[in-house]
T-cell receptor, first 112, second 118 residues
Framework: GNSVTQMEGPVTLSEEAFLTINCTYT??????LFWYVQYPGEGLQLLLK?????DKGSNKGFEATYRKETTSFHLEKGSVQVSDSAVYFC???????????FGKGTHLIIQP | DGGITQSPKYLFRKEGQNVTLSCEQN?????MYWYRQDPGQGLRLIYY???????QKGDIAEGYSVSREKKESFPLTVTSAQKNPTAFYLC?????????????????FGEGSRLTVL
């Protein structure tokens, strides 16, 4: 079956630091990959996505590249801000009726 | 604005009571989903529906029930049979691709309902 593994937090960084949150997956075929962000007390919002190998998704300074050879979709940002503090979820979809398979989430804390 | 509305945002329930969480969407999406979120466990799928009057169990359906009488609405009932109902509940929907395939793979979420059993 499908599964997503991501580093568990909390991950604590200083403002302007470089961010990497690792995500690897197991799936049949060629899934689409996603990063969602959840701010405190809210639902999840799509941050970025990639639908085929070597695609790079990007949004709000965040980037992730779909690496089929390493089955990875690591999230990166060059300079984080306090406002980036949130929980980040990696997810995949094979287009199945049951939606997405999510990782357990990574809590990111950015200190001023 | 198009989106998903969940209500209530906070809900308290006594043990032994059923409670229904509302989820309404005006995105014209066919597919709708209910997830449960617990600290450190990510999102777990409770029920999903691809079309009106049809729905399927997810990974943790025991103690929950749903209905899909209208395309826009997918209410979740947490019954007294659910052993540990205190959690954050998220409703989501998904649209079709431009080519008409069933799922784009992109979920749109509501803001969630936090249920506490006293």
């Amino acid at each position: 079956g499908n599964s997503v593994t991501q580093m568990e937090g909390p991950v604590t960084l200083s403002e302007e630091a470089f961010l990497t949150i690792n995500c690897t997956y197991t799936a049949t075929g060629y899934p689409s990959l996603f990063w969602y962000v959840q701010y405190p007390g809210e639902g999840l919002q799509l941050l970025l996505k990639a639908t085929k190998a070597d695609d790079k998704g990007s949004n709000k300074g965040f980037e992730a590249t779909y690496r089929k050879e390493t089955t990875s979709f690591h999230l990166e940002k060059g300079s984080v801000q306090v406002s980036d503090s949130a929980v980040y979820f990696c997810a995949l979809s094979n287009g199945g009726a049951d939606g997405l398979t999510f990782g357990k989430g990574t809590h990111l804390i950015i200190q001023p | 604005d198009g989106g998903i509305t969940q209500s209530p945002k906070y809900l308290f329930r006594k043990e032994g009571q059923n409670v229904t969480l509302s989820c309404e969407q005006n995105l014209n999406h066919d597919a709708m989903y209910w997830y449960r979120q617990d600290p450190g466990q990510g999102l777990r799928l409770i029920y999903y529906s691809q079309i009106v009057n049809d729905f399927q169990k997810g990974d943790i359906a025991e103690g929950y029930s749903v209905s899909r009488e209208k395309k826009e609405s997918f209410p979740l009932t947490v019954t007294s049979a659910q052993k540990n109902p205190t959690a954050f509940y998220l409703c989501a929907s998904m649209g079709r691709t431009s080519g008409g395939d069933l799922n784009t793979g992109e979920l749109f979420f509501g803001e969630g309902s936090r249920l506490t059993v006293l």
